[in-house]
């Protein structure tokens, strides 16, 4: 049997769902997603507040690692910027990495500056350091990194 959907009236309601077929494109050979196309990092500053906003937008049937998230600073590597707070997340048991929280949907994080503005630790040419790995059920990423001047 072969079911032919033409209809818009067809498309714009619930009956997809109602059949089982919303994944109807979603074979098992479709190819994953680059890392770039899964986890989409837009990064906004805030001065007056001293502070970045980072928005991680994670595809459907994708997610990110809370404990493998990490911000330093390029002059500073080997110091973790302090004062991240993480919003609640999944808890999941991964086969490889052990009890992990993690994100999908949007992750929005404000990484503090101010301290580390009055240490006197941020220079005209100091970026800030963004690292993220990510998942689907059917493969884990490579750890990502970005760079921000700040």
């Known amino acids: 049997m072969i079911l032919i959907f033409n209809s818009q009236a067809f498309a714009d309601n619930n009956l997809y769902q109602n059949l089982g077929l919303e994944n109807i494109n979603n074979n098992s050979n479709s190819q994953p997603l680059s890392a770039s196309q899964a986890f989409v990092l837009n990064i906004l500053p805030d001065p007056q507040d001293q502070l970045i906003n980072l928005n991680f937008k994670i595809a459907p049937g994708y997610y990110l690692y809370q404990s493998r998230l990490a911000f330093k600073l390029s002059d500073q590597p080997a ?4 004062g991240i707070n993480y919003p609640e997340g999944i808890t999941r048991q991964d086969p490889a990495f052990g009890n992990q929280i993690e994100y999908t949907g949007n992750l929005t994080l404000e990484i503090p500056l ?15 350091l963004i690292t993220y790995q990510g998942c689907s059920d059917q493969l884990c990423y490579p750890m990502q990194h970005q760079s921000f001047n700040l």
Not at 116 to 125: A, D
């Open 79 to 82: 110091i973790q910027i302090p």
């Open 114 to 128: 101010k301290n580390l503005i009055s240490q006197n630790l941020i220079k005209p040419s100091t970026d800030l």
